[in-house]
Nanobody, 112 residues
């Protein structure tokens, strides 16, 4: 069983940057696809980015070119570098591990 803890959220002005981190515990981390999702108030939870065990990445259309997902298997960490942030990026961001493990979420608020 994988447990996930996110950090790095906060308040930032539009155009700014934030880096989210997700610390994982448990076994077989390096073999799992990891992902970041986000959920704004009143909206569904959407995929932001994912990274496979081999390092292949996929991004949601709204963040492509601005966000970068990465992982460090030795440290059991997943990161989300968010640049050129927009007010519409405001949401709770969740870390996800393949086969159904979720973190508690971290709030990102982008002011205009």
């Amino acid at each position: 069983q994988v447990q996930l803890v996110e950090s790095g959220g906060g308040l930032v002005q539009a155009g700014g940057s934030l880096r989210l981190s997700c610390a994982a515990s448990g076994t077989f981390f390096s073999s799992k696809t990891m992902a970041w999702y986000r959920q704004a108030p009143g909206k569904q939870r959407d995929l932001v980015a994912e990274i496979t065990s081999g390092g292949s990445t996929t991004y949601g259309a709204s963040v492509k070119g601005r966000f970068t997902i990465s992982r460090d298997n030795a440290k059991k960490m997943v990161y989300l570098q968010m640049n050129s942030l927009k007010p519409e990026d405001t949401a709770v961001y969740y870390c996800y591990a393949q086969y159904g493990a979720w973190g508690q979420g971290t709030q990102v608020t982008v002011s205009s």
